[in-house]
């Protein structure tokens, strides 16, 4: 096989924040106050911890509002 490209790994201890009480807390959802912009992530408030199901359940619900404030482009 040919060799492999050069490469690194990263490791950051601050890539994802303390779920603790207090962070939970700060974690925002969804809307925002531009009646346009809505937030996903798995960083927001989702009842979850930052993982892809957090990410998953905050992108259907942002996606959702999205849809309600345009009824008239609904698929």
């Not at 050069?6 to 962070?23: G, L, S, Y």
């Not at 106050?33 to 996903?40: G, M, S």
Request: charged share 20%; no cysteine.
């Amino acid at each position: 096989p040919p060799p492999l490209p050069p490469w690194q790994i990263v490791r950051e201890r601050r890539a994802t924040f303390a779920a603790t009480p207090a962070q939970n807390a700060l974690r925002p959802g969804p809307v925002t106050a531009l009646k346009n912009l809505f937030l996903a992530g798995d960083w927001t408030a989702t009842g979850l911890p930052a993982t892809i199901e957090g990410s998953v359940r905050s992108g259907d619900r942002a996606a959702d509002l999205v849809l309600a404030a345009n009824p008239e482009k609904r698929p």
